[in-house]
């Protein structure tokens, strides 16, 4: 399990595209931001990496808390292991399907300038679905479903799977 969520974190934290769309404000003519993937702005990866780490930890989550976020305006994603369960077309105790969720919780700013949590959402499908990232086989979508979120937050956790074996 471990090398499992440590792949998906690896994945996750390399993808340029991914890390705009959680820091960079939604474009906005009238205050002349251009759109979060524009090529004009600063590639994150690219940062001192104390900064950089220190964003993907303020970005990032392994656990939900979201306690801190009253006071913020931000995009985070949740990352963490859900259930492990024997596969099905095997029935044994080595081989099993386990669950990866990502939880995605926008601030309204974010939502209302260009429905950012479906932005989310759709470069980690493009990530992960159908991709081999760790364990056997290619990882699935499950399904989706809302997440408690803060007030003025949006959320929606996305549930992914993907086989491995025990040891």
């Known amino acids: 399990m471990f090398d499992d969520i440590k792949k998906t974190f690896e994945v996750i934290w390399n993808d340029e595209e991914l890390h705009r769309l959680l820091h960079y404000l939604p474009k906005n003519r009238a205050l002349n931001i251009p759109d979060p993937l524009d090529p004009s702005l600063p590639n994150i990866l690219d940062m001192n990496p104390l900064e950089l780490y220190e964003l993907q930890d303020e970005l990032i989550k392994k656990t939900p808390k979201s306690d801190d976020l009253a006071d913020k305006k931000i995009c985070r994603l949740y990352i963490y292991?859900?259930?492990r369960m024997p596969a099905a077309h095997f029935r044994s105790f080595h081989t099993v399907t386990q669950e990866?969720?990502?939880?995605?919780?926008?601030?309204e700013d974010y939502e209302n300038g260009d429905f950012r949590s479906n932005r989310i959402a759709d470069r980690i499908n493009d990530l992960f679905a159908l991709n081999r990232i760790s364990g056997l086989?290619?990882?699935d979508y499950s399904r989706g479903n809302l997440v408690r979120v803060p007030a003025q937050y949006v959320g929606y956790g996305h549930v992914f799977e993907f086989g491995g074996t025990k040891s």
């Open 100 to 107: 990866i969720h990502f939880d995605i919780i926008c601030h």
């Open 137 to 139: 086989g290619k990882t």
């Open 81 to 83: 292991l859900g259930n």
